[in-house]
Nanobody, 115 residues
């Protein structure tokens, strides 16, 4: 089992920045990758970024150039740094981890970008 707890969401003006955190606990050694999805009101959940245990990163085109995913292995934490935020980035951001051939989800953190 893997437990994920996100933090760092909030209200920010357009053009602003936020850094989301996702702390993992439980069977950490079984995690092969972690990342983020987001879900805007009335829309499907959308993949945002991922990072493997080896540090390889991948980003969605919709946010590429404005986000950076990183991890602190000592803290078992993954971060999503977001800059130049736009109102259309408003969504609940969910952390996920891949472990034991399944996906674990955090509870989500709200990001609201005002115009």
């Amino acid at each position: 089992q893997v437990q994920l707890v996100e933090s760092g969401g909030g209200l920010v003006q357009a053009g602003g920045s936020l850094r989301l955190s996702c702390a993992a606990s439980g069977s950490i050694s079984s995690i092969s990758a972690m990342g983020w999805y987001r879900q805007a009101p009335g829309k499907q959940r959308e993949w945002v970024a991922s990072i493997t245990t080896g540090g390889s990163t991948t980003y969605a085109n919709s946010m590429k150039g404005r986000i950076s995913i990183s991890r602190d292995n000592a803290k078992n934490t993954v971060y999503l740094q977001m800059i130049s935020l736009k109102p259309e980035d408003t969504a609940v951001y969910y952390c996920y981890s891949a472990a034991f051939s399944r996906i674990y989800w955090g509870q989500g953190t709200q990001v609201t970008v005002s115009s």
